[in-house]
């Protein structure tokens, strides 16, 4: 059975910082893009950066660039997500998502983990 399972979120004041984890299980990532993405109350889901198997491309939204970094340990089988400076429209769920490196949709996703910046 395949698990993505994120971990990290909390309450944080504006300007402050978060790490997001996922640890990922239940199969072989080899090869696989994984990404974060973020649901905030009223708003539909979107994407905030993705890393492919190697770690030699990342993509990030506009609204995150330079201020998250997203990483990956392929032999821990997890992906993390620094978030620096945030800001309270950075208030979202966070979801880990996975997808093979050839597929354009995600196939797995975690459960969230909630982010909420207060300024």
């Known amino acids: 059975q395949v698990q993505l399972v994120e971990s990290g979120g909390g309450l944080v004041q504006a300007g402050g910082s978060l790490r997001l984890s996922c640890a990922a299980s239940g199969r072989t990532f080899r090869g696989y893009v994984m990404g974060w993405f973020r649901q905030a109350p009223g708003k539909e889901r979107e994407f905030v950066t993705d890393?492919?198997?190697?770690?030699?491309?990342?993509s990030y939204a506009d609204s995150v660039k330079g201020r998250f970094t997203i990483s990956r340990d392929n032999a821990k089988n997890t992906v993390s997500l620094q978030m620096n400076s945030l800001k309270p429209d950075d208030t979202a769920v966070y979801y880990c998502?996975?997808?093979?490196?050839?597929?354009?949709?995600?196939?797995?996703w975690g459960q969230g983990t909630q982010v909420t910046v207060s300024s």
């Open positions: 998502a996975a997808r093979p490196a050839f597929n354009y949709e995600y196939n797995y």
């Open positions: 890393i492919t198997w190697g770690g030699g491309r990342t």
